[in-house]
């Protein structure tokens, strides 16, 4: 699976963006899909990733109620998992990276790095206060 980030910019705080991950293979709607972030001199940390299916999703405390995920598994889709991030804060400035896990369950720890099989190139935010 290779995977492409997009989206990224500048933003005011306050703004929004809406990051892509358009992912390769035909497989799509068998991974779980998340995205972290990495300011630097940081830790990459989980932003938010989305079952297999669509049927659960999972924030950090950080944004939840102002990002948003989604992904689209429809046939002949794209093969996408999107960010809606929206109230945006200079604390969200970071380079955002899409991954992808082959195995996943309900019980699944979705912040923990090493559950992720394969990982975008990242895509820079910068929110201008």
């Known amino acids: 699976v290779q995977l492409q980030a997009s989206g990224g910019g500048l933003v005011q705080a306050g703004g929004s963006l809406r990051l892509s991950c358009a992912a390769s293979?035909?497989?799509?709607?068998?991974?779980?899909m998340g995205w972290f972030r990495q300011a630097p001199g940081k830790e990459r940390e989980f932003v938010a990733a989305?079952?297999?299916?669509?049927?659960?999703?999972?924030?950090?405390d950080s944004v939840k109620g102002r990002f948003t995920i989604s992904r689209d598994n429809a046939k002949n889709a794209k093969n996408t998992v999107y960010l809606q991030m929206n109230s945006l804060k200079s604390e969200d400035t970071a380079v955002y990276y899409c991954?992808?896990?082959?195995?996943?369950?309900?019980?699944?720890?979705?912040?923990?790095?090493?559950?992720?099989?394969?990982w975008g190139q990242g895509t820079q935010v910068t929110v201008s206060s």
């Open positions: 991954a992808a896990a082959r195995v996943w369950s309900d019980s699944d720890d979705p912040s923990r790095i090493a559950k992720y099989d394969y």
């Open positions: 293979g035909r497989t799509f709607s068998s991974y779980a």
């Open positions: 989305i079952a297999p299916r669509g049927s659960r999703t999972y924030y950090a």
